[in-house]
């Protein structure tokens, strides 16, 4: 029989899909969903820990699916305090096994981050976005947008436009599928000088974390994202990564396969055992440090545009991607 931390963890996972859900979810959709995150229950067990969450009130409903309640909300906020600590970490190493994108074909699944922005902005916020990625501080110039009942990783809300961007996660998710081990260790807020990475002025780690860190600094409008992509100097959002020293050569050559796919977001590259931009690394291993994909976002926040960020929000196929300037 499962014990009850057991079920409690099965139940935070149901409530997470509904929470990400502006519909009613029945309990075909759940499984899929959590099957998405590695989470294996059954239809039938769905609806047993369904009926559950119904009588303590954290779900409401019918035949025709669920929705998340007030409660729940506040059930999922609280649950479980100190499995949210890693949390980050945990999920990227689940999107990057996720992540089917090949560089030989160039064909397969990337991680994307989605950004929602009300319908009436769309337009000046792809604006506002347009420098940073010309200026590089993305992880691809490639986006696609999804419109109010269309489903990006979740269904888009009434009366917003959903702008999915590259998340740098599938530079993980490539090497891994090359037998390429990476670690991120951070995410930061890295000061750029003349165009040119210069140091990290804030670190997160993911492994203590429960909230991508490059979220909390755009919302914390941290970053300076405008001026770095107008002047070549200011603040955008970063990670630290670490491959073991003897992929290196590897590793760079399918980097530089991933540019020729405008997945690009390696702004700096260290030596073996050797610190990188003042952050040490341990014996036989090499710093990476990559742009956030939702970097282009915090030109939104820092000119007051209404913004809902989901970092790592779900994998999607390479072939829907398009520059963004084609919008």
Not at 86 to 96: E, R
Not at 117 to 131: G, Q, S
Not at 289 to 313: H, K, W, Y
Request: glycine share 10%; charged share 25%; proline share 4%.
């Amino acid at each position: 029989m499962p014990d009850d931390v057991d079920i409690q963890r099965k139940m935070v996972g149901i409530l997470r899909v509904l929470a990400e859900s502006s519909d009613p979810q029945g309990a075909q959709r759940i499984g899929e969903k959590l099957e998405q995150q590695g989470v294996h229950l059954s239809e039938r067990a769905v609806r047993y820990h369904l009926k559950i969450m119904d009588e303590r009130g954290l779900t409401e409903g019918g035949q025709a699916g669920r929705l998340i309640t007030d409660k729940g909300r506040a059930e999922l906020q609280n649950a479980l305090v100190s499995d949210k600590v890693g949390f980050v970490v945990a999920k990227i190493d689940q999107l990057a096994y996720r992540t089917t994108f090949d560089v030989e074909t160039g064909s397969g699944d990337v991680i994307v981050n989605v950004s929602l922005v009300p319908n009436e902005h769309f337009e000046r916020a792809l604006r506002l976005m347009v420098p940073a990625f010309e200026a590089g501080f993305c992880m691809s110039d490639l986006i696609t947008v999804a419109h109010e009942g269309d489903e990006l990783g979740t269904v888009v809300p009434e009366g917003m436009t959903a702008i999915a961007t590259v998340c740098s996660v599938t530079l993980n998710g490539v090497l891994l599928r090359n037998r390429i081990p990476v670690e991120s260790r951070f995410g930061g807020l890295l000061e750029i000088r003349d165009g040119k990475a210069l140091r990290f002025i804030e670190l997160v780690s993911y492994a203590g974390s429960s909230l991508d860190p490059l979220e909390i600094f755009i919302t914390g409008k941290l970053t300076d994202v405008r001026s770095a992509s107008a002047t070549g100097s200011g603040k955008v959002g970063a990670s630290f990564r670490e491959i073991p020293s003897i992929a290196l050569s590897h590793a760079l050559a399918l980097i530089e396969r991933m540019k020729g796919y405008h997945l690009d977001g390696v702004i700096a590259v260290g030596e073996p055992s050797q610190p990188l931009l003042e952050i040490s690394v341990p014996l036989d291993r090499v710093g990476l440090v990559v742009i956030g994909g939702l970097t282009p976002t915090g030109a939104l926040v820092e000119s007051d545009v209404p913004v809902v960020n989901r970092a790592m929000a779900t994998a999607i196929d390479f072939r829907r991607l398009r520059p963004v300037w084609t919008f």
